[in-house]
């Protein structure tokens, strides 16, 4: 089952939307999110307001924003929408400006989503899934594709398998070197955001591809956190992993901050883990 396809409220997909600035593409989408009945307005407000607070860290990988704010009363029903915008708009991030495509999310809790994120971190790190979606043309198309993925369909095999078979050297070796082997390892490694439940989810998922392809998955434990809580914990982890905005926005926590451009590129943050851990 697509746990995307489920919380995609029906109706809220613009396939063809038109925005002047990034305000006007999450406005879009915040409004996809209202006329479904899952949103009132202040959410929409929420959402731009936090990319003004944080900068555009929002935007996880080239030409993709995951739009969203905190839970609060302004969320009625956990739900998503889908911009494609025909005019791509920049958000300011360096590495992954312009973005045509906007998903909003729109959560009552920490954790009722964290499957549907999985999925979407999962399906934007696939060339070949990313390139039907900038094509397909109905809303009914964009659901189809969703459950294709997450039936193991079309495009469906993982990006970081075929990563995987290009770096058997980490992984034939895993079983004689551990991450405590190359450091002293505190077991733990934290993604961070602004809000703690929608960009760092993408990068956790895509760090912990890579850590079981390595056979450090057991060794390691990975949390998505919020950069109040990150400057707080910081020292419990080996390093934080975030954005260039995020990464200002902590400043020095004691820890080494690496920034990660692409939060769906195994082969980006595998490189980063390399030089982390020195292996």
Known sequence: MSMLNALLAEGAVDLHGRASDWRKAIELAGGLLVGAGKTSPAYTE?????????????????????????????????????????????????????????????????????????????????????ARLDSIESEAELRQVLVDVANGGAGAASASAAHAADHSDVRDGAEHQTAADS?????????????????????????????????WGKYLTVEATDTISAKGRAKEADFLLTSGEIAATLGDVGVPVHVIEDFTNVSEIDSALRELYDV
């Open 183 to 215: 450091v002293a390892s505190k077991g733990k490694i934290y993604t961070v955001c602004g809000n703690g439940l929608g960009t760092s989810l993408f990068l956790k998922n895509t760090l912990e591809q890579v850590l079981d392809e390595w056979g």
């Open 46 to 130: 929420a959402m731009v307001r936090s990319v003004e607070e944080n900068g555009p860290y929002i935007v996880v990988a080239p030409g993709f924003a995951f739009a969203h704010a905190r839970p609060s009363e302004a969320v009625r029903e956990t739900a998503l929408s889908w911009v494609r915008l025909d005019t791509p708009v920049e958000f300011g991030s360096k590495a992954n400006d312009p973005v045509n495509l906007v998903v909003a999310l729109a959560a009552k809790d920490s954790s009722e989503h964290l499957k549907a994120m999985k999925e979407l971190a999962g399906l934007l790190g696939k060339k070949d899934v990313r």
